[in-house]
């Protein structure tokens, strides 16, 4: 065991020493940003490590977010005014599970 321990010791120490000896690599491999093109384009924003940009298109809403969005009040006023977004949300995914697909059709 103590052996393991002095070979995974040593290990880490040559690995790091590797670490900071190396060559830094090209700054656009490193840094984040958006290439000069993108970046002064307006409306163009980072979402996260992806790169995706903001201007992307979304995707459409489903039937029971329509159906949520005409029936929430209803939900609220029904639960009371001391419920939590996510009791209103567990209460409409309950009922929205309960209605039959000719009244899901409409949405």
């Not at 040593?10 to 700054?27: D, G, K, N």
């Not at 329509?66 to 029936?71: D, I, Q, T, V």
């Not at 939590?84 to 059709?105: C, F, H, N, R, Y």
Request: charged residues 25%.
């Amino acid at each position: 065991m103590a052996r393991s321990r002095a070979m995974g010791r040593a290990l880490l120490v040559a690995c790091a020493a590797s670490w900071l000896c190396a060559e830094p690599q090209e700054e656009a491999f490193t840094s984040w940003k958006l290439p000069p093109s993108r970046a002064q384009s307006p409306g163009v924003q980072m979402l996260g490590r992806g790169g995706e940009a903001a201007e992307q298109p979304k995707k459409p809403m489903t039937a029971y977010f329509f159906w949520l969005n005409a029936s929430r009040d209803a939900i609220k006023k029904k639960l009371g005014s001391a419920a939590k977004a996510s009791d209103v949300t567990k209460e409409a995914g309950s009922q929205w599970g309960a209605l039959p697909a000719a009244d899901k059709k409409p949405f």
